[in-house]
């Protein structure tokens, strides 16, 4: 399953750098990617509970740049 999440309040190029790599070591990502260009991430995984994962990508963004907020439609 592939989605994609409007971000909203990401600051810099660096912090999505580093919230890419992050998500990427989430058991069950297969892959993401930020782009702080677009305000854009990409999440792709394959485990059922999409939400549950969502939750703990939601907590890495927050770690590395508390202001930004994934929008969800």
């Known amino acids: ?3 994609v999440f409007k ?3 990401l600051d810099c190029a660096n912090c999505a750098a580093k919230m ?5 070591k989430i058991p069950g990502v297969t892959n993401a990617s930020v782009n702080f260009m677009m305000q ?3 999440i ?4 059922e509970d999409f939400d549950a994962l ?3 990508v939601v907590k890495v963004i927050s770690k590395v740049e508390p202001d930004c907020e994934v929008i969800f439609k």
């Not at 890419?20 to 990427?24: L, T, V």
């Open 7 to 9: 971000l909203k309040d």
């Open 1 to 3: 399953m592939k989605k």
């Open 20 to 24: 890419e790599n992050n998500i990427k």
């Open 54 to 56: 969502m939750k703990e």
């Open 40 to 42: 854009k991430m990409t």
């Open 44 to 47: 792709e995984s394959d485990v």
